[in-house]
């Protein structure tokens, strides 16, 4: 009987200060809840409720699903980037353009083997260089997350665009797109964290961030949406009539018009995305690709319903430093009406912060690792579950 050998095993503890044991544990736990308890309500950082109620269900999972990205995947130019945040590509010269946390624009070469791939640093922006995209007379755009948004000339001369608008400056510009007639659309991720923080501003859960244009012609700064969710990779749809953006910590893509009827309007695109979603890339191909850093948790729910859960979550990254970095990132392809396509992702991987398709190949950036991830789409599909 259970009860028998339970005394059995106590009678086999030896007498002595070992017996104390438990009571030091009790004692131990009891303070430890209370010293939580004291810095907790100690700590001055405010936490918001966030608009939940605001999302639609979360959609069907993509029917074809390769959940084993990096099995097939090629690594390229490892060692020769810190964090290569976002991908454009330039397709007259079939150069990569990608920013690096070492403040360096990069281009890169691509080549059939990994092992040739040639990574030059091209122009250093003094910054964090995030969102990249090609402008309209071949200088390269980008959005720095310390400087604001930059214009790289075909020669390596770089120009800053814009780093403020009405009257308040950008703390993380983030993502950037160019239309067609020249405009370019980013974002500010927050008008009130820095990049080095950026979590506290996902954390707080207040919306500090901006859409925002600049037109090349008038050299003004418009701001089009305010009160946005940090909001962070965008794309300009195909028919140039609207772009679609992520907010990171509200895990969705929203659609909003920049010609049309519906100009100026803001839609649903995809809401309750299976992760934190990054960058978002338009393939030409009736695509938007978006990075998706790590799949969702429980935990995360609970974070972003519960503010407390949140505060919690501050106190022990400042106490313990990084929490849980997650896993099973990777890029959602999803079609113009925004539903899921094909799902790639990988249990080893996380902080995917762009996945763009160039040709046959998915390339997925990262704003930590040190390389740049490809895999070829003919040889290992997202498939159907047999
Ligand atoms: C690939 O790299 C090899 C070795 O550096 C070079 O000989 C070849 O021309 C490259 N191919 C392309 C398409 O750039
Ligand atoms: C960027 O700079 C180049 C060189 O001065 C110029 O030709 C181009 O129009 C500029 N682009 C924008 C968007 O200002």
Redesign the pocket.
């Known amino acids: 009987m259970p009860d028998t050998n339970y005394s059995a095993s106590l009678a086999e503890v030896p007498e002595g200060p070992k017996r104390s044991w438990p009571l030091a544990l009790f004692l131990t736990a009891m303070l430890a809840v209370v010293a939580a308890i004291v810095v907790y309500h100690l700590d001055s950082f405010d936490v918001a409720t966030m608009p939940l109620h605001e999302l639609s269900p979360p959609p069907e999972p993509a029917l074809l699903r390769n959940g084993r990205l990096l099995q097939g995947a090629e690594l390229l130019g490892v060692g020769k980037f810190q964090g290569p945040e976002d991908i454009a590509y330039d397709s007259r010269s079939e150069i990569i353009y990608t920013g690096s946390g070492d403040g360096w624009i990069k281009r890169v ?5 990994a092992s ?1 791939t ?1 990574v030059e640093n091209w122009v250093r922006t003094g910054g964090r260089p995030l969102g990249i995209a090609l402008g309209r007379n071949n200088e390269v755009i980008v959005a720095d997350a310390y400087k604001g948004l930059l214009n790289i000339s075909k020669d390596g001369a770089m120009e800053l665009l814009a780093d403020e608008a009405e009257e308040l400056k950008f703390k993380i510009t983030d993502g950037v797109d160019v239309a067609e007639d020249g405009m370019i659309y980013f974002t500010d991720a927050s008008h009130k964290y820095s990049l080095h923080e950026f979590a506290r501003d996902i954390l707080e859960g207040r919306p500090y961030g901006r859409l925002l244009s600049f037109d090349p012609a008038s050299r003004r700064t418009k701001v089009l949406l305010r009160d946005l969710y940090f909001p962070n990779g965008i794309a300009v749809s195909s028919d140039q009539d609207s772009v679609v953006f992520c907010e990171t910590s509200m895990r969705r893509c929203r659609k909003y018009y920049i010609q049309g009827k519906k100009k100026g309007r803001v839609e649903k695109f995809i809401d309750n995305l299976p992760g934190m979603p990054d960058n978002v890339r338009y393939d030409g191909e009736g695509h938007y690709w978006i990075a998706l850093v790590t799949e969702n948790t429980i935990l995360w729910d609970l974070a972003f319903r519960y503010p407390l859960v949140r505060k919690a979550a501050l106190i022990m990254e400042r106490l313990v430093g990084r929490v849980s970095t997650g896993k099973n990132g990777g890029a959602l392809a999803v079609d113009l009406e925004g539903k899921p396509v094909a799902h790639y992702q990988d249990v080893e991987l996380n902080m995917v912060s762009t996945g763009i398709k160039i040709k046959n190949h998915l390339y997925c950036g990262s704003f930590v690792r040190p390389y740049i991830i490809r895999l070829d789409l003919d040889q290992h599909p997202a498939q159907a579950k047999s």
């Open positions: 070469w691509l080549n059939e083997s040739d040639v």
